[in-house]
Every structure is written in structure tokens, then in C-alpha cells.
């Protein structure tokens, strides 16, 4: 008899669908269905199956979806229900193992389970993002980690975090990374590249960013730095890619209160398909973060053969190596400095792009998979859980 296995799909089609654990949830499914492991996979998510685009057709037509129902409601009466509600779909499905992916999991299961945790954000950073809901939804995480044969850490930093704050033992914590999809290469057709960068009013000379915008990127040190670099004569536009819509008006403030102007670029939501070409025009990827999970934009940028300049803080050291220039992310005129020396050194950049390329070459999502099947083979072999 073939071994079920269920997968968290979740983040197929809720908020985080294009975010980071959207792409993450997404590239690992396709990873675990081609190399298949001997298990019969079980997608479990919201509605009829992914939004359209999300996930791999080929990949989707080995996979058995599964629909969870939802209240819709998390809160202190609506949370535990939504728990229940998973769990019961989870056993009425036969599974053998369960795998935890987006947040809030539930620790209801009654089969054995993994759980990855991307991030504990709320807990290291506070402040605007430890609210009631995220307090609920955490609390029910910890739970399902504590329940969990293992728990899967994104990065070295993430590991350190659940020791610390959730004190989960280090025997029972996996550090499996994030792979860099097959569509991250350099782009090298200049027509395609122009096309490209045409579609999101773009020109050249340019730096790029992309990611959200909420407090922990840091988006207010990075564009004093770029001014710094303005003000020392430094050519370019700071291109800041991603939807906008929860900065509040805040972002716009702050390019005016700088003085930037037509100088900062807003194109909005970039198109996975189109990444690629943007990563492979820009000057450098900047990424001023003073928390990250993981930080894939970086591995991603480094496979395009785009030199990066990033924050020497979090797990962010630990995934580029010594592939990046790495800058303090609160110090404006360090960033500025890196910037300079990317837009101007030739020797400087091309050896940055030369390790980018090597670095990031490490990290495959076939590797992960891989891991992550040992995993699964531990925990139903009865070695852990």
C-alpha cells in the first residue's frame, strides 16, 4: 500500500499565495511530485485548487487536492473552530503524515506531523506586528510544533529564534533551505530585457528592490542611503518593486520628504515571469532588511548574475555567504558606500557576480525535497515523533 502523505496548501490561495510562503508552498509541491519519494501526495487548501499560474499543471495532475472548510474567522471563538474544521478534513483523508506549512497551524491532528516555521517575526520584532490575531494564530503554531515529530527551520536564524523564544529542543529541529527556482538565469537578450523593462516604465541605470514594505525591510534607512549616493553625484533610480498597497501613503511621504522625486520608481506587483529581466538590469539588488526568515530575493538576484548589496543581520549573512557586499541596514552612509562601489567598480561587481552565481547554485528546490522526504522516512519510520 502506497504511504499518503499531506501537504499545507493553504498559502495557494489565501493572502500569502504571492508572497514568500505562497512561492515557497508552490515550489516545494512540484519538488516533492517529481521526485515522488514512494508517497502519494494530498494538497489541502481553500476552494476547488490554486489560483491558476500558482503551481505547475504537470505537478498539480499527481497531486490529490483536498478542500478545507473555513469559517472564516480567526478569532478567540472562530480560530479553535477553523482548527477543528482542518483537522477533521485532514483524518477524514487517510493520511499517514501531515506537513505544516503557511502559519496558524493546527495542533489538533490526530496522524504524525512536521511543521515548517518560516519566521517568528511577531515575537523577535513586536512592536506593529503582535496584534491579537497574530497572537491567537502563534499560539496555536507553537502548539502544532510542539505536537510535531520535527519542526523544519528555513534558515540558521530561524532555528536560533524557535531555541530561543519557543525553546523547541535543537534534536528536534531541521534546517532545510529554500531553493532557487529553474526561471532565476541571466537574461542576456537585450530586446527581450528593453521589452521588459518597457512594460514597467524602466530605465537604465537602475538599483532594485523587491519585497514588501512594512517596518522590518527597512525601506526608510535604504532611501536616505540611496539619497547619500545622489547627493555624491551617483547616476540611477532606485526601482521599488512590490504592491504597495498596505504602506499607507507612508512610502510616497517619505520619496517626497527626501527630496527623490522622479528618482524612486513605484512600478507595483512584478510578474513572476518578468523578475528575471529586472534582476538581470539592475545595477544591484538592495535589500535592507533587519529581519528575514530566509531572504530568497537575494539567491534569486545572484542566479541572474546581479551583484547584491544587503543587510549583515538575521539569516540574511548565513544565505548569501560571502556572494554579497554586506552593509549595516541602520547606517545610511554605509549603504550609500556600497552603493557607489557597485554602480562604479567594475572589478568589484564582477566578482561579486561571479560567487552570486556560484552561491546560489547551492540551493535547489530538488535538494530540498530531497531533505525534506528523509524527513518524512524519519518521522513514519518511527526514528522520530
Known amino acids: 500500500m502506497v504511504t499518503r502523505v499531506g501537504l499545507d496548501g493553504r498559502a495557494l490561495a489565501n493572502i500569502n499565495k504571492n508572497r514568500g510562503i505562497g512561492r515557497y508552498t508552490a515550489s516545494l509541491v512540484e519538488a516533492l511530485a517529481t521526485a515522488r519519494g514512494g508517497y502519494e501526495l494530498v494538497l489541502f487548501g481553500y476552494g476547488d485548487g490554486p489560483e491558476p499560474g500558482l503551481i505547475d499543471p504537470v505537478a498539480m495532475g499527481t497531486v490529490e487536492w483536498r478542500q ?31 506537513h505544516g506549512i503557511d502559519h496558524n497551524m493546527t495542533p489538533l491532528l490526530k496522524c504524525r506531523s512536521i511543521v515548517t516555521v518560516h519566521d517568528l517575526i511577531p515575537l523577535v520584532l513586536r512592536g506593529p506586528y503582535l496584534g491579537p490575531k497574530s497572537w ?20 540558521e536564524a530561524t532555528r536560533e529564534d524557535l531555541e530561543r523564544v519557543w525553546k523547541i529542543p535543537r534534536e528536534k529541529i531541521a534546517v532545510v533551505h529554500e531553493g532557487v527556482s529553474e526561471r532565476y538565469r541571466p537574461v542576456e537578450d537585450e530586446v527581450l530585457l528593453e521589452k521588459t523593462l518597457g512594460k514597467y516604465g524602466i530605465t537604465r541605470p537602475y538599483f532594485l528592490y523587491l519585497g514588501g514594505f512594512d517596518p522590518r525591510k527597512n525601506i526608510g534607512n535604504m532611501l536616505l542611503g540611496f539619497k547619500r549616493f545622489r547627493l555624491s553625484g551617483g547616476r540611477g533610480t532606485m526601482v521599488l518593486g512590490g504592491d504597495t498597497a498596505g504602506s499607507m501613503g507612508y512610502l510616497e511621504d517619505a520619496i517626497t520628504e527626501f527630496g527623490l ?22 545595477l544591484a539588488l538592495v535589500f535592507m ?21 544587503a543587510s549583515n543581520v538575521s539569516s540574511i549573512p548565513w544565505v548569501a555567504g560571502d556572494a554579497a557586499m554586506l552593509v549595516d541596514p541602520l547606517d545610511p552612509a554605509a549603504i550609500a558606500a556600497g552603493l ?30 530531497g531533505r525534506v522526504l528523509d524527513l518524512y522516512g524519519l ?7
Do not use: Q
Open 340 to 369: 557607489e562601489l557597485l554602480a562604479g567598480e567594475v572589478t568589484a561587481r564582477s566578482g561579486l557576480v561571479r560567487k552570486g552565481l556560484a552561491r546560489s547554485s547551492l540551493f535547489t528546490w530538488e535538494k530540498a525535497a
Open 68 to 98: 478545507i472548510p473555513s469559517s472564516g474567522d480567526i478569532t478567540f471563538y472562530g480560530g479553535p473552530w477553523n482548527h477543528l474544521l482542518y483537522a477533521r478534513a485532514v483524518k477524514e483523508s487517510g493520511v499517514a503524515l501531515f
Open 136 to 155: 491567537l494564530w502563534l499560539r496555536a503554531h507553537r502548539a502544532a510544533c510542539g505536537r510535531a515529530g520535527l519542526v523544519v527551520a528555513v534558515s
Open 289 to 309: 532588511s533587519i529581519y528575514e526568515g530566509f531572504g530568497l530575493p537575494v539567491l534569486e538576484a545572484m542566479a541572474c548574475g546581479t551583484p547584491v548589496l
Open 261 to 282: 522625486g522622479e528618482s524612486v520608481l513605484l512600478p507595483g506587483f512584478i510578474a513572476d515571469e518578468d523578475l528575471p529581466a529586472l534582476f538581470s538590469g539592475a
Open 379 to 385: 518521522i513514519l519510520g518511527g526514528a522520530a515523533g
